[in-house]
Every structure is written in C-alpha cells, then in structure tokens.
Nanobody
Framework: QVQLVESGGGLVQAGGSLRLSCAASGSIFSIKAMGWYRQAPGKQREVVAAITSGGSTNYADSVKGRFTVSRDNAKNTTYLEMNSLKPEDTGVYYC?????????WGQGTQVTVSS
C-alpha cells in the first residue's frame, strides 16, 4: 500500500509561483514513477509532469519551461515547482504513483491563478 498527501496549493496572481509537494508513505519501494496531473472545472484530468525512479522527466507542452518536477528521496517527497503561472493553470492538482500493479492518487490540492 502507498499513500500520497499533497500540499502547497493556493491562490496566486498571474506571473507568480507555487511549489506543490507530494509526500509518499507505505510501500514506496514499489513506486516506479510519480506524476502530477491537473483538472480544471469542466475539463478532463490531464498530465502535467512526471518523473521516473531513474530521474527522467517529462512535461506537457503547456508547462514546459515554467514547471519543474523533482524529488527528494530522503524525504520520499516529489515536488512540482510552478513559475510564471497563468490563469489557465487553475485547477485541482493531483499527484500519482505508478508501479507494478500500483496506481495511487493523492487527494488533490487546489491551485487558483488570478488574472
């Protein structure tokens, strides 16, 4: 079993920054990749960024150059640093853990970017 707890969301003005955290606990050895997703009102959940256990990263085109995904293995925590935020970045952000027969979601954290 793996549990994920997100934190760090909030309200920020356009152009501002936020850092989201996702703390993992439980059978963390089974995690092969961590991802960040977001869901805007009335829209489907979409992937924002991902990082593998080997450290490889991928980003959605809409956030490349603005968002950075990283992890601290000592703290079992994955981060999403978000800079130059835009109103269209508004949504509930979820972290996700993937592994062998493992798909776990966090509870989500709200990010609101005002114009």
């Amino acid at each position: 079993q793996v549990q994920l707890v997100e934190s760090g969301g909030g309200l920020v003005q356009a152009g501002g920054s936020l850092r989201l955290s996702c703390a993992a606990s439980g059978s963390i050895f089974s995690i092969k990749a961590m991802g960040w997703y977001r869901q805007a009102p009335g829209k489907q959940r979409e992937v924002v960024a991902a990082i593998t256990s080997g450290g490889s990263t991928n980003y959605a085109d809409s956030v490349k150059g603005r968002f950075t995904v990283s992890r601290d293995n000592a703290k079992n925590t994955t981060y999403l640093e978000m800079n130059s935020l835009k109103p269209e970045d508004t949504g509930v952000y979820y972290c996700n853990a993937l592994g062998y027969k493992l798909v776990v979601w966090g509870q989500g954290t709200q990010v609101t970017v005002s114009s």
